[in-house]
């Protein structure tokens, strides 16, 4: 359909018209989430497709929806600086939602739900285009997104301790992962953004916390050896995201249980990767 069809749609308050099917509707916008066109990816589709799951069009055919959008997570998967990324991109953030209205009103068993969490985790994992602001096309964000999606994901009721403990894992792997370029749009916060959902649930203990801070500490305080490289693309990154995370833990509302003793192992962390910039030096 044209372009103003959909403005007339939003111009009428995002109500689901009613000259064609909502499968035909739906098909329609799942497409213009891939559009490298950031009017119709940002301006329509996704807004579109949030308003009426918030609105509960959708709660018959959740599970479908939330389908459709974890195979678009698949669409081009592998490849860097395509236009493929807006369709996997935008589709985590959709399928984000999905989990969002479940959380708001049960309408899906766990295992849908935990179905979902895992293809978002195995995309973002595998994810290879890094890139954030696409100049003429908008946002990819694909790491953005996909941490958007798993603090959705972390406030579940059907994720327990050990679902809440892989998500964990997850960002940790993500920000340790090899790049070629580094975070530089605002994933960090996002991921840490995630974390604190995560720690909101009060059900993760120090004892697990502890090993996983330290495991990103070592990634942070590693510098890459070869001549041809920039440095600090083997670190940098997660030192990004321990700062994020101990700034969101200091400031942040709703404090988890653990705020307290996780702060210092925290700034421990911090203190050891960054020993350079605060070591004495009497000048």
């Not at 698949?74 to 959709?94: K, M």
């Not at 960002?171 to 960090?188: M, N």
């Not at 502890?210 to 083997?234: F, K, M, Q």
Request: net charge negative; hydrophobic share 45%.
């Amino acid at each position: 359909m044209s372009g103003s069809y959909w403005r007339q749609v939003h111009a009428d308050g995002l109500a689901v018209p009613s000259d064609r099917p909502l499968d035909d509707l739906t098909a329609e916008l799942t497409r213009m989430l891939g559009d490298p066109d950031p009017a119709l990816r940002d301006g329509t589709a996704y807004p579109t497709l949030t308003t009426w799951l918030d609105r509960g069009v959708y709660d018959d055919l959740l599970g479908g929806l939330g389908d459709g959008m974890a195979l678009g997570l698949l669409v081009g998967l592998g490849e860097r600086n395509t236009d493929t990324i807006f369709r996997r991109s935008f589709s985590a953030l959709v399928l984000g939602e999905c989990i969002a209205r479940d959380n708001r009103r049960p309408l899906l068993p766990g295992g849908k739900i935990l179905e979902w969490g895992d293809r978002l985790a195995t995309w973002l994992l595998r994810e290879r285009d890094l890139r954030g602001y696409v100049p003429g096309k908008g946002w990819a964000h694909a790491v953005a997104h996909g941490a958007d999606a798993l603090a959705i994901l972390a406030s579940s009721p059907h994720l327990a301790t050990p679902e809440l403990t892989v998500l964990l894992d997850v960002v940790a792997d993500r920000v340790i992962q090899p790049v070629d370029r580094l975070f530089t749009t605002g994933e960090p916060d996002r991921l840490a953004y995630a974390t604190m959902n995560v720690l909101r649930r009060n059900v993760v203990p120090l004892r697990v916390l502890e090993p996983w801070i330290a495991r990103l500490a070592a990634a942070a305080g590693t510098r890459s050896s070869y001549d041809d490289r920039d440095p600090y693309l083997a670190g940098g990154n997660a030192e990004a995201y321990l700062r994020a995370l101990y700034l969101q833990l200091s400031l942040g509302a709703r404090p988890p249980q653990v705020r307290s003793d996780l702060l210092l192992v925290v700034l421990d962390a911090l203190k050891s990767t960054n020993a350079a910039y605060l070591a004495a030096t009497g000048e």
